[in-house]
């Protein structure tokens, strides 16, 4: 199976700030390469497909790169709306595989 | 508007059984991949099994192979997820999803299993 790491865990952040997080495959997943958010007590949401491809109605503050193994989410200027968490996905073999996801809090 | 609705979870002891069904609408279901996710504290998000349109494309995850089976009904837009011989890890948020090329969009709001004694 594919893993997929994150990074960081967790990370504090005040509104306006532009935001990074990691997220590293351990082979080689090309460009297929998700990225979700997910609110408390709500089911995730996709923002990013195919690594860099913005879901349609997804604000363009949200930016995704990267391929290979190692991929970069980016909000570039962070909302009320964005305090979350955030998980990738490799969609290049089964089974697909999730990093552990990371929060987004307010500092 | 594309919706998945979750239900059938539930609290059930450790060999126990459950079904989980999903029913969507607003789209050509038997158009899409359909797929079951779950999520726990202690696992995070794990992919569970997906079925093709035709039923004849399935692939479960080792975690729950020999126990759970997804299967599908075109004719009522549902998807479906058997359950056997539970066990206590198997306790999560268990959503549905369409498989939209080569990503999960959108997600069911989920129904919440709990195997425990």
């Known amino acids: 199976d594919i893993q997929m790491t994150q990074s960081p865990s967790s990370l504090s952040a005040s509104l306006g700030d532009r935001v990074t997080i990691t997220c590293r495959a351990s082979q080689s997943i090309h460009s297929y390469l998700n990225w979700y958010q997910q609110r408390p007590g709500k089911a995730p949401n996709l923002l990013i497909y195919a690594a860099s491809s913005l879901r349609s109605g997804v604000p363009s503050r949200f930016t995704g790169s990267g391929s290979g193994t190692d991929f970069t989410l980016t909000i570039s200027s962070l909302q009320p709306d964005d305090f979350a968490t955030y998980f990738c996905q490799q969609s290049y073999s089964s089974p697909r595989t999730f990093g552990q996801g990371t929060k987004v809090e307010i500092k | 508007q594309v919706q998945l609705v979750e239900s059938g979870g539930g609290l059930v002891t450790p060999g126990g059984s459950l079904r989980l069904s999903c029913a969507a609408s607003g789209f050509t279901f038997s158009d899409y991949y359909m797929t079951w996710i779950r999520q726990s504290p202690g696992k995070g998000l794990e992919w569970v099994a997906y079925?093709?349109?035709?039923?004849?494309?399935?692939y479960h995850a080792d975690s729950v192979k020999g126990r759970f089976a997804i299967s599908r009904d075109n004719a009522k837009n549902s998807l479906y997820l058997h359950m056997n011989n539970l066990r206590v890890d198997d306790t999560a948020v268990y959503y549905c999803?369409?498989?939209?090329?080569?990503?999960?969009?959108?997600w069911g709001q989920g129904t919440l299993v709990t195997v425990s004694s």
């Open positions: 999803a369409r498989e939209e090329t080569n990503w999960f969009d959108p």
């Open positions: 079925i093709n349109g035709a039923s004849n494309t399935i």
